[in-house]
């Protein structure tokens, strides 16, 4: 099989975490592809609807009624937007979909060693960063300061709320845009809360992944404080088709966003940032 041919998985769970958000668990029936690093995605296919990229959330070992044993059962979060999402979004557990890849180039880890660790979101961006978040706090001692920070449109968005509750030992910290009445946390941009986050601009290292916009005005925040643009990665997503850099459909710049990303550093695309997506 190839990266053009779609491998079996099924739906083994399903998890609701907002009204238009669902996490699925998908254990491989037929051969399972390789481990996906942190950051790369998968596109996703429903048969006789179409296919879609999204981004790896989690990878685990293959439940024990799994059709094939040695493989990683993906774990992949998702918003229902379009044709394809949706059916995605209301899958049943046995529901059989087809997957490809992994694809494109993930985040790099290794570059948070020694540093001070700032992960910061906006809304659905913290699915690509939660394989970033867990790797980062289970190798705690090997990090500085680690700062979460996390927006959402309102406190019905904002993702995996019940994980970050649970986080010790880094910063963690979260916005709305609109607040509802038992709301009583921060309200305004995630831009906002770097000012409350522990971290020296000299020896900072950035994970940021959400709407484009927000990941622009975020990096320049982040170096008009010191942080480097080189150690500031963000997870970009432009009309992905193939998956494998050959359509041509997610061109930016000279990258070729599912070959040379999704996730770039800051320096590499700080002036196409202000290209807007067509």
Same mark, same amino acid.
């Not at 999204?54 to 493989?71: Q, T």
């Not at 001692?141 to 709320?161: C, F, N």
């Given at each position: 099989?190839?990266?053009?041919?779609?491998? *079996?998985?099924?739906?083994?769970?399903?998890?609701?975490?907002?009204?238009?958000?669902?996490?699925?668990?998908?254990?491989?029936?037929?051969?399972?592809?390789?481990?996906?690093?942190? @950051?790369?995605?998968?596109m !996703?296919? &429903?048969?006789?609807?179409?296919?879609?990229?999204?981004?790896?959330?989690?990878?685990?070992?293959? *439940?024990?009624? #799994?059709?094939?044993?040695? @493989?990683t059962?993906?774990?992949?979060? !998702?918003?229902?937007?379009?044709?394809?999402t949706? #059916?995605?979004?209301?899958?049943?557990?046995?529901?059989?979909?087809?997957?490809?890849?992994?694809? $494109? &180039?993930?985040?790099?880890?290794?570059?948070? *060693?020694?540093?001070?660790?700032?992960?910061?979101a $906006? @809304?659905?961006?913290?699915?690509? !960063?939660?394989?970033?978040?867990?790797?980062?706090?289970?190798?705690r001692?090997?990090?500085?300061? +680690?700062?979460?920070?996390?927006?959402?449109?309102?406190?019905?968005?904002?993702?995996?709320?019940d994980?970050?509750?649970?986080?010790?030992?880094?910063?963690?910290?979260?916005?709305?845009?609109?607040?509802?009445?038992?709301?009583?946390?921060?309200?305004?941009?995630?831009?906002?809360?770097?000012?409350?986050?522990?971290?020296?601009?000299?020896?900072?290292? #950035?994970? +940021?992944?959400?709407p484009?916009?927000?990941?622009?005005?975020?990096?320049?925040?982040?170096?008009?404080?010191?942080?480097?643009?080189?150690?500031?990665?963000l997870? !970009?997503?432009?009309?992905?088709?193939? @998956?494998?850099?050959?359509? $041509?459909?997610?061109?930016?710049?000279?990258?070729?966003?599912?070959?040379?990303?999704? +996730?770039?550093?800051?320096?590499?695309?700080?002036?196409?940032?202000?290209?807007?997506?067509?």
């Open positions: 099989m190839t990266a053009t041919r779609p491998r *079996r998985y099924r739906v083994a769970a399903t998890r609701r975490e907002t009204d238009d958000i669902v996490t699925l668990t998908l254990d491989a029936m037929d051969p399972a592809l390789a481990p996906p690093t942190p @950051g790369q995605f998968t !996703l296919t &429903v048969f006789g609807i179409g296919e879609v990229p999204i981004s790896v959330s989690d990878a685990r070992e293959p *439940r024990p009624e #799994a059709d094939h044993d040695g @493989g059962a993906l774990v992949q979060t !998702l918003r229902a937007v379009g044709a394809v949706k #059916a995605l979004h209301d899958a049943k557990p046995g529901t059989v979909l087809g997957v490809r890849g992994p694809f $494109g &180039v993930g985040w790099d880890l290794a570059a948070a *060693r020694g540093h001070d660790v700032l992960i910061i $906006g @809304g659905l961006g913290l699915a690509p !960063l939660r394989p970033v978040l867990r790797g980062v706090l289970a190798r001692e090997l990090h500085g300061q +680690v700062s979460v920070l996390v927006g959402a449109r309102t406190p019905g968005d904002i993702l995996y709320r994980e970050l509750e649970r986080i010790s030992h880094a910063h963690v910290a979260v916005t709305v845009d609109h607040p509802d009445d038992e709301w009583d946390g921060k309200v305004g941009l995630v831009t906002a809360l770097l000012a409350g986050a522990p971290f020296d601009p000299e020896r900072a290292v #950035a994970y +940021v992944c959400g484009e916009l927000m990941m622009r005005f975020t990096a320049d925040a982040l170096v008009r404080q010191g942080v480097a643009a080189e150690r500031i990665q997870s !970009l997503e432009r009309n992905m088709h193939c @998956g494998a850099g050959v359509c $041509g459909h997610c061109q930016f710049g000279p990258l070729i966003i599912c070959r040379d990303g999704p +996730v770039v550093t800051y320096d590499e695309v700080e002036p196409l940032l202000t290209v807007r997506e067509l």
